[in-house]
């Protein structure tokens, strides 16, 4: 079975340009995160959806990144501009029924970002 | 949610049982325990995840205290792919932590030959 895909597996660009990671969940779940990784802060996540509904944005760092949600099966998180201090792993995440605890979130392998 | 007190490291022989114990004294009647596993430059896998009982599946076994205050994660074979970083996550219905599962630093296990 394919499990979360994400693309870019790397991505390397200068400060100011916009960037855009895309994530393609199971087939069949209804709920994806996003969740970003660096040494300092560990694994935070950033936004979650339900139903492709943005449910909780609040981990979002701030205005310069957004996520959409188009349909079931698509999703990006874009920065616009970057900054040095976006360089972090970005994971996509989803899961089934989001009601209920009991689902696992099952995690893709993750973009590498470097913004120089 | 419920907080969770992980060793930040541990040490396993190669073919012998890892187990890697979790604390959360405050976890409530609602909240799940969740393992993951991250290996190096990977997204975290989901291992296993129970609510009262003992649960087992192919990569390992669950072992929760009857107050629920205390679990442990059993690898009962190590092999060196098991090397990796081990995280305990409490997780709560949608109406405390709305599914949100929130890492922290989790315990290193280190599979030695």
């Known amino acids: 079975d394919a499990g979360v895909i994400q693309s870019p597996r790397h991505e390397v660009t200068e400060m100011g340009q916009e960037v855009t990671l895309r994530c393609k969940p199971i087939s069949g779940h209804n709920s994806l995160f996003w969740y970003r990784q660096t040494m300092m802060r560990g694994l935070e996540l950033l936004i979650y959806f339900n139903n492709n509904v943005p449910i909780d944005d609040s981990g979002m760092p701030e205005d310069r990144f957004s996520a959409k949600m188009p349909n079931a099966s698509f999703s990006t998180l874009k920065i616009q501009p970057s900054e040095p201090r976006d360089s972090a792993v970005y994971f996509c995440?989803?899961?089934?029924?989001?009601?209920?605890?009991?689902?696992?979130?099952?995690f893709g392998d993750g973009t590498r970002l470097s913004i120089l | 949610d419920a907080k969770t007190t992980q060793p930040p490291s541990m040490d396993c022989a190669e073919g012998r049982a890892a187990n890697l114990p979790c604390n959360h004294s405050?976890?409530?009647?609602?909240?799940?325990v969740y393992w993951y596993r991250q290996i190096h430059s990977q997204g975290p896998q989901y291992i296993i995840h129970?609510?009262?009982n003992n649960e087992t599946n192919e990569m390992a076994s669950l072992i929760i205290t009857e107050d629920r205050k205390s679990s442990t994660l059993i690898l009962p074979h190590a092999t060196l792919r098991d090397t990796a970083v081990y995280y305990c996550?409490?997780?709560?219905?949608?109406?405390?932590?709305?599914?949100?599962?929130?890492f922290g630093q989790g315990t290193t296990l280190q599979v030695k030959p």
């Open positions: 996550i409490v997780r709560g219905p949608i109406s405390g932590n709305t599914g949100k599962l929130i």
């Open positions: 129970g609510l009262k």
């Open positions: 405050t976890i409530s009647g609602n909240e799940y």
């Open positions: 995440a989803s899961s089934t029924h989001l009601g209920y605890s009991n689902q696992p979130q099952h």
